[in-house]
């Protein structure tokens, strides 16, 4: 079992950053794939970005390429993702998720999920 709590969504203004951090519980946390998601109202769930379980390989939606930069951190248990340059359409409730297949992630499924945290992007 893993379970996932995510941090750092919030308000900000077009341009602007923020950092999303995802704790993981669980001692096997470095065997798994780990990635963001996000969500916004009337719409499909979308694939953010994507890491393996060294940190070796990553994956990036096209919205988000350049932008975004996901991380992680195999002493903390936590997967970090950078967002700069945020835009209003990035406004979306963003989930962690973990899997032990990276590619199962890129394809837009997970084992276990986060709750969720808001990021408002303002223009």
């Known amino acids: 079992q893993v379970q996932l709590v995510e941090s750092g969504g919030g308000l900000v203004q077009a341009g602007g950053s923020l950092r999303l951090s995802c704790a993981a519980s669980g001692r096997t946390f470095d065997h798994y794939a780990m990635a963001w998601f996000r969500q916004a109202p009337g719409k499909e769930r979308e694939v953010v970005a994507c890491i393996s379980w060294s940190g070796g390989s990553t994956y990036y939606g096209d919205s988000v390429k350049g932008r975004f930069t996901i991380t992680r951190d195999n002493a903390k248990n936590t997967v970090y993702l950078q967002m700069n340059s945020l835009k209003p359409e990035d406004t979306a409730v963003y989930y962690c998720?973990?899997?032990?297949?990276?590619?199962?992630?890129?394809?837009?499924?997970?084992?276990?999920w986060g709750q969720g945290t808001q990021v408002t992007v303002s223009s």
């Open positions: 998720a973990a899997d032990l297949s990276l590619n199962q992630l890129v394809s837009n499924i997970g084992d276990y």
